[in-house]
């Protein structure tokens, strides 16, 4: 599979997974725990090409597009949190000072503070998940399965969501992904992602008013 593919793979769990939490469907909830991981390891592969050269265009899209994702996404999930582009928002201005610095442990570990603190959706994990994708390499390394299976149970435990321990899983489908497949995106593809979580969560938002 080709990383568009792979995104478009994770947009359509996140779906199943937004569309079981209307419905109260468990099991479609279950699936669409694989979608969050997927999305932090595209994240993870344009930090790795991009990194900080484009930093200030993908902090100003993710705040942008977040911003008019909260409110819909608040009706969404009946409650306060803010969204999944939000915690990107703040993992991606963590890697960008953590760059600039010789102390990245401690700003690694304040931004999963500020990420916990802020409310963001998956809280912390929001900024482990991409750093631990950073790493993986085709099958992952023993150190690395160690890592991620601990901080997939560590969440799990302090999230009090004991069907987010799926999530574990979804290295096995990173490993599909075949460099050989790669093909320059277009504008389209590059911003589609932007533009539809905003509107379908807007979509979903209203049917949940009107059930």
Same mark, same amino acid.
């Given at each position: 599979?080709?990383?568009?593919?792979?995104?478009?793979?994770?947009?359509? #769990?996140?779906?199943?997974?937004?569309? !079981?939490?209307? @419905?109260?469907?468990?099991?479609?909830?279950?699936?669409?725990?694989?979608?969050?991981?997927?999305?932090?390891?595209?994240?993870?592969?344009?930090?790795?090409?991009?990194?900080?050269?484009?930093?200030? +265009?993908?902090?100003?899209?993710?705040?942008?597009?977040?911003?008019?994702?909260?409110?819909?996404?608040?009706? #969404?999930?009946?409650?306060?949190?803010? $969204?999944?582009?939000?915690?990107? @928002?703040?993992?991606?201005?963590?890697?960008?000072?953590?760059?600039?610095?010789?102390?990245?442990?401690?700003?690694?570990?304040?931004?999963?503070?500020? *990420?916990?603190?802020? $409310?963001?959706? =998956? +809280?912390?994990? %929001?900024?482990?998940?991409?750093?631990?994708?950073?790493?993986?390499?085709?099958? !992952?390394?023993? +150190?690395?399965?160690?890592?991620?299976?601990? %901080?997939?149970?560590? /969440?799990?435990?302090?999230?009090? =969501?004991?069907?987010? &321990?799926? *999530?574990?899983?979804?290295?096995? &489908?990173?490993?599909?992904?075949?460099?050989?497949?790669?093909?320059?995106?277009?504008?389209?593809?590059?911003?589609?992602?932007? /533009?539809?979580?905003?509107?379908?969560?807007?979509? @979903?938002?209203?049917?949940?008013?009107? #059930?």
């Amino acid at each position: 599979m080709s990383q568009n593919q792979i995104k478009y793979l994770a947009t359509l #769990l996140m779906i199943i997974d937004h569309i !079981g939490l209307l @419905l109260e469907i468990n099991e479609l909830r279950l699936i669409g725990r694989l979608s969050f991981p997927l999305f932090c390891w595209i994240l993870a592969r344009n930090w790795e090409r991009r990194g900080e050269k484009t930093a200030n +265009g993908l902090i100003g899209r993710l705040l942008f597009f977040g911003i008019i994702s909260q409110f819909p996404y608040i009706l #969404l999930v009946n409650r306060i949190e803010l $969204n999944v582009l939000l915690s990107f @928002l703040v993992c991606v201005l963590t890697f960008n000072e953590i760059h600039k610095t010789n102390k990245k442990l401690m700003l690694l570990l304040s931004g999963m503070a500020a *990420a916990q603190f802020l $409310n963001v959706s =998956y +809280g912390w994990f %929001a900024v482990a998940c991409p750093l631990l994708m950073l790493s993986f390499k085709r099958c !992952g390394s023993k +150190g690395w399965w160690f890592c991620w299976a601990t %901080a997939n149970i560590a /969440y799990t435990i302090t999230s009090g =969501y004991f069907i987010q &321990i799926l *999530a574990i899983f979804t290295p096995l &489908i990173v490993m599909y992904h075949n460099p050989a497949k790669e093909k320059k995106p277009g504008k389209v593809e590059k911003k589609f992602f932007y /533009y539809f979580y905003p509107i379908h969560l807007a979509g @979903l938002a209203t049917m949940r008013t009107l #059930l």
